[in-house]
């Protein structure tokens, strides 16, 4: 029912920019998709930001007999069974207009905290609380499952975390956790910036190229050099691999965007014709979607039987109390193959492997996109931000301990994901009955739902919520500096940093759930760190070396979404050495 719902909100094929398809997956390790194309919209309400929502549902005189259809047939299959829930008509032909994350925005100011969004026999519960956001992720974790994500994703993922079944998940994730270890994460912080030098490099040698005489500036679409900088990362991270996607083009990368494209495909498509017998044999884009798997198996059972090859199994401490800074192979693959105890066949390794591949590195491209988005706008947060880094690095590289100094940098990687969560939904299915809590303005008995129930906890409303924020729509990266105690709202216990102390990133525990950009629960993503600390090695050094500003308006910036929130056409943008670095 994705595909349907995806589809309701005018569902194309992602743009080929630059080399690749921009194309999004996320979920419980780095984040999964539905996807839409929109032309980037203001509302007349909102100044500060762009490609918000737009308050303009039709009133009901206007709808078409589509929406009519629809409605009538809400009302008869499930507008009983509602109890106290409100219950959102979806006028279908406007969401053939925008993401739907957008009409569920509308929605929310219109009926509350959690309503009933319905098309006609199917219909989706969403919730946009924190209170209520916490009892399914937290408090009853283990009630839910992804639901239609994993059929979705099986194909493609395996048994990978995000579409594994529950043991499954249970198990892999109490081996797969333990490798994101401090002393893995502070050498990973060197591969972070050494990915990020050849960036800066390449930039560099293209101004050199243009004949750079201290005034030219570079165009550059960023997105997409974000999202080959992204992809190296996970390559040598997490299975020692160097896809080297920055300075070339190989069968494998081809590969991987190929999967990503059909991934998305498959989450946005009314029919899962997939299935249908011989379809893999007889539909060009699924023979296509086939051999590009083989390409990609093919090169992580290699990794996989070369790790295996060089194996020197012992425990889990003693595996984290390695020397990862000076390891020839600090990556995650290695710390999998080594640990004692967790023996596992090649084809689950590969499924993680696969896993992190798809959906490791759309997110960080999406933040990196976004955060430039926001400081080309507000040119004072670009100053103090690059005066942060001078003061911080100089010119000297990154390590984990500037990182920890570079505060501001990390405020605005995290407001980026705030302003443009990704993924904006996350999509959960009730295994059994269960009661939801009222949340703000909500019926204080709660709400009951029964099995079966598909849930969207829509994390760009909470993020954008006026009852949780204030100016939810402004770029505030000092906003997760301030306390704000709550007297007004019954459950909610406020946003608070010292209450999740030592930790680098605003998260969950401190804003007390209205706050998601990597989930929360026993199901979170366990590479929020790592992505984290990626984007902002990444930004750091941009700001280091490069003044950045956006080729057009802002306005002219079109939005793709899909569990991520990407452009349609790139973020072009003109880049110029920075004047201070002659």
Not at 195 to 224: H, M, P, V, W
Not at 524 to 537: H, I, N, P, R, Y
Not at 541 to 569: R, Y
């Amino acid at each position: 029912m994705i595909a349907a719902i995806s589809n309701l909100s005018a569902v194309t094929e992602p743009n080929l920019h630059s080399k690749f398809a921009s194309v999004s997956l996320s979920s419980s390790i780095f984040h999964l998709p539905l996807s839409v194309h929109i032309r980037n919209s203001e509302p007349k309400r909102i100044s500060s930001i762009r490609c918000q929502s737009i308050n303009d549902n039709k009133p009901k005189s206007s709808r078409n007999l589509l929406d009519n259809a629809s409605n009538l047939l809400t009302n008869f299959l499930s507008g009983e069974s509602t109890g106290s829930m409100p219950i959102a008509e979806g006028a279908v032909s406007d969401l053939f207009d925008r993401p739907l994350f957008f009409s569920l925005y509308d929605w929310f100011l219109e009926h509350g905290s959690v309503y009933k969004l319905a098309f006609g026999p199917k219909a989706f519960v969403v919730v946009s609380d924190p209170i209520v956001a916490r009892h399914i992720l937290r408090e009853n974790a283990f009630s839910y499952d992804k639901g239609v994500l994993a059929d979705i994703l099986e194909p493609i993922m395996g048994k990978g975390l995000i579409p594994a079944d529950l043991d499954t998940w249970k198990q892999r994730r109490r081996v797969i956790a333990p490798g994101f270890h401090t002393a893995y994460l502070e050498a990973m912080v060197k591969v972070f910036t050494t990915c990020s030098e050849r960036t800066i490099s390449k930039f560099n040698k293209i101004l050199e190229g243009e004949g750079y005489n201290g005034q030219k500036a570079i165009e550059l679409d960023l997105e997409a050099e974000f999202s080959s900088l992204a992809l190296d990362i996970i390559g040598l991270s997490v299975f020692n691999y160097d896809f080297g996607s920055v300075t070339k083009e190989s069968p494998v990368i081809k590969a991987v965007y190929g999967t990503l494209f059909e991934a998305e495909h498959r989450s946005t498509f009314y029919i899962p014709y997939w299935k249908i017998p011989l379809a893999r044999w007889i539909v060009p884009r699924q023979r296509k979607f086939q051999d590009d798997l083989k390409i990609i198996n093919t090169c992580l059972d290699g990794l996989i039987r070369n790790a295996k090859d060089s194996r020197q199994e012992t425990d889990v401490e003693k595996l984290q109390q390695r020397d990862y800074l000076n390891l020839k192979d600090a990556s995650l693959l290695r710390f999998l193959v080594d640990m004692r105890g967790a023996d596992v066949d090649d084809r689950q390794l590969r499924d993680d492997l696969m896993t992190m591949l798809i959906a490791g590195h759309e997110t960080t491209a999406a933040v990196l996109t976004w955060a430039v988005f926001l400081l080309a706008q507000n040119p004072a947060k670009m100053k103090k931000a690059q005066a942060e880094v001078d003061m911080v690095l100089g010119m000297g590289r990154p390590t984990l301990e500037s990182l920890k100094k570079l505060q501001y940098i990390r405020l605005i990687v995290v407001e980026a994901l705030r302003l443009y969560p990704q993924p904006p939904l996350l999509i959960r299915r009730a295994l059994k009955s269960d009661v939801l809590p009222g949340g703000h303005n909500g019926d204080k008995d709660g709400y009951a739902i029964p099995a079966g129930t598909d849930v969207f906890i829509s994390v760009y409303n909470l993020h954008r919520s006026p009852y949780f924020w204030d100016g939810p729509h402004d770029f505030e990266p000092e906003r997760f500096l301030v306390q704000r105690k709550n007297e007004e709202i019954e459950g909610w216990a406020g946003f608070d940093p010292s209450r999740s102390p030592g930790a680098l990133y605003p998260n969950e525990i401190i804003s007390d759930f209205a706050f998601l950009p990597f989930g929360g629960g026993p199901r979170k993503c366990v590479g929020d760190q790592f992505a984290l600390m990626e984007s902002t090695v990444a930004l750091a050094m941009l700001l280091q070396n490069f003044d950045v500003k956006l080729k057009g308006t802002p306005e002219s910036v079109e939005l793709v979404t899909g569990a991520t929130i990407h452009t349609k056409n790139g973020l072009w943008c003109n880049l110029r050495k920075r004047s201070n670095l002659h």
